[in-house]
Each structure stands twice: as structure tokens, then as C-alpha cells.
């Protein structure tokens, strides 16, 4: 298991989907995971500490947990099928039994960021999944293929022509 | 308090929410509440069966539940303050009651999950409850832009043949 932190939460130009970034904490490698606009709000507004007049449906369940004296160990992405990510959260309950429940990896992580656990990821899924950008934070040159394209089709030779 | 069930879901035309309605089971009122998109996906998906793919998050909630052995006994509508609708969701915790304080939607959406009951208390459903007018007859008044549709068609030329 390697462990990560949650690097940014972007926006697809393309939908309503955001994209979360999972960095891991002992190299340079991202994990990036699609994830539905409201699983995005619910970690964002929690990391940016940013007030909500009533709680959201994730610090509903935190509260569940803390009334039920449980507590979340850790949650981990633990598969990837069919492109779709699988992640487990793994619980103490009162009396001492670890609970193993399945998730999506957007609320394990919208967990996660609130009671303060770790997120790890299954090493498997980060060595074939995860990018490691370039020096200077550039993107791998692979990753840019639409936008090569693009530039590619482009006329520059008109570019000053009246 | 007064059991209430779960009327419909309605999307609302003015704005990107839903409005779920509660009617009272031993009775006419209704209490309509408005309530997000994704917490009004979450309840309709669950009272269609509609399959999902993986689980949402009051699934989530509801799995945890589960998990740690811990009874939803209800849920509650229990106050109404500068228009915000307030409600709990109360659990059997060692013979004694927990209440989580929740949204109505969130606790609406894990009572059909966990299939226990909706209650509303009295004075929320006094102040905010409607009664229907006539149940089967949409009345006259509110077909009017129909009404005139309709009368502005010419019949007469239905059955005739060119």
C-alpha cells in the first residue's frame, strides 16, 4: 500500500465530472481518479475549511461513526475494474472488530479528508496507473496527444498575413 | 409527532432543486420541502430500485449502519427556522437514543434506505403543512393555458377527408 495525500481537485472542461489527484507521499507519481461534482464539493469545501450552514451528507456519517464510538483506521483504493476505481474503508468498531465496507473512492476520500486518516492506494494500481510529471511540473509529453494534435493542425504561416 | 410517507419527488422548474413532498399518513397535509439534486437522485433512485453501478454515499451511510450493528429507529422533521427545515436522524445506541442532527434530504434518503419511519413534529407540519385542494379534480383554474390551447383548435375538420 502506498500512501497518498490529495493533491488538488480539478475540473473537466469536458463535463460535469471533476478529477481528484492523489499524490504519493514518498515519491513524485499522481494518481488521478474521475469523480461526480457533488463528492468533489463535499472534499473541497472540507479542505478549504470553507463554512456550511447545515452538514453535508459526509459529516452526517462522520458523526454517525463518532456517536457509534467507531472509528475510520484508514481507506484504501484497492481495485481497478472495467475503469471504474474500487477503494474499502476500513473501520474499528466500539468493541474492537475491524470492518471492512465497500466505496467509491470519492466518498472514502471525502471521509478520509474529515476525520484525518490515511489514504492509501494498492502499489499495483499506482505503478501502472500513476504519472510522474517532468522537472519543471510539465505534463508527460504522452499525456498532451489531443493538444499536439491540435497545435499540429494548426496554420501558423497565415498567422501575421492580413 | 406525525408519520409522514413519501408523496413524490418533483423537480422544480425555477431552480436546479427538487422539492420532496410528505404526506401524512394518518391524513390529508402535505409538507413540501426543497431539497438538492443529488439528495432527491438518492432518494428516487432507492424508492425506483433503479440499479446503480457502485454504491452513493447514503448507501454508504446506510452499509456503515449495517456494519456496526446499529439501528435507525427514525428519522424526524423537527424544526423550521428562517425557512431552513431542520431533521435528525435518531439511532438505537445500547438501548438508548442518539440523535444526529441532519438535513431532511439526508435523512430522508437513509430512511428508505433502512426503511424506518419519516415523523414530522407537530408544530413544523402546522406552520408549514398545505392541504390539497380537491384531491382528483386538478381544477378548472389551473388548466387555463391548456383550456386555451384547446379551444383554439379547430375540430370540426378532424374527420373529414381531404
Known amino acids: ?162 | 409527532m406525525i408519520e409522514m410517507k413519501i408523496e413524490s419527488v418533483r423537480v422544480s422548474l425555477m431552480s436546479p432543486n427538487q422539492v420532496v413532498i410528505l404526506k401524512e399518513v394518518d391524513g390529508e397535509r402535505h409538507l413540501p420541502i426543497f431539497i438538492g439534486k443529488t439528495e432527491g437522485d438518492a432518494i428516487t433512485f432507492q424508492l425506483n430500485g433503479a440499479p446503480v453501478p457502485r454504491p452513493l454515499t447514503h448507501d454508504l451511510a446506510a452499509s456503515i449502519l449495517t456494519a456496526l450493528e446499529a439501528t435507525a429507529s427514525h428519522v424526524v422533521i423537527s424544526d423550521l427556522r428562517n425557512q431552513h427545515f431542520y431533521a435528525a436522524l435518531v439511532l438505537k445506541v445500547d438501548e438508548t437514543e442518539v440523535m444526529l442532527d441532519a438535513r431532511p434530504s439526508d435523512a430522508i434518503a437513509i430512511a428508505v434506505r433502512v426503511e424506518c419511519p419519516i415523523f414530522v413534529e407537530e408544530h413544523v407540519l402546522d406552520e408549514a403543512g398545505v392541504q390539497p385542494a380537491e384531491r382528483t379534480d386538478a381544477g378548472n383554474g389551473n388548466l387555463g393555458a391548456f383550456e386555451d390551447f384547446l379551444s383554439s383548435l379547430d375540430l370540426s375538420d378532424l374527420d373529414t377527408d381531404k
Request: aromatic fraction near 4%; hydrophobic fraction near 40%; charged fraction near 30%.
Open chain 1, 1 to 162: 500500500m502506498v500512501e497518498v495525500k490529495v493533491d488538488a481537485i480539478r475540473i473537466s472542461l469536458m463535463g460535469s465530472h471533476r478529477v481528484v489527484v492523489l499524490k504519493d507521499q514518498g515519491s513524485n507519481r499522481y494518481l488521478s481518479i474521475w469523480i461526480g461534482q457533488p463528492e468533489a464539493d463535499a472534499i473541497t469545501i472540507h479542505m478549504t475549511d470553507s463554512r456550511v450552514a447545515r452538514p453535508l451528507t459526509h459529516d452526517l456519517i462522520v458523526s454517525l461513526l463518532r456517536d457509534l464510538n467507531a472509528t475510520v483506521r484508514y481507506v484504501l483504493v484497492n481495485e481497478l475494474r472495467d475503469d471504474t476505481y474500487y477503494a474499502r474503508i476500513i473501520i474499528r468498531s466500539k468493541d474492537g472488530k475491524e470492518l471492512n465496507i465497500d466505496a467509491r473512492p470519492s466518498d472514502a476520500i471525502a471521509l478520509a479528508v474529515r476525520v484525518g486518516c490515511s489514504i492509501y492506494v494498492d502499489d499495483e494500481i499506482m505503478a501502472q496507473h500513476s504519472q510522474e510529471p517532468d522537472d519543471d511540473g510539465a505534463v508527460a509529453d504522452e499525456d498532451l496527444g489531443a493538444f499536439k494534435d491540435f497545435l499540429g493542425s494548426l496554420d501558423m504561416d497565415d498567422l501575421d498575413k492580413k
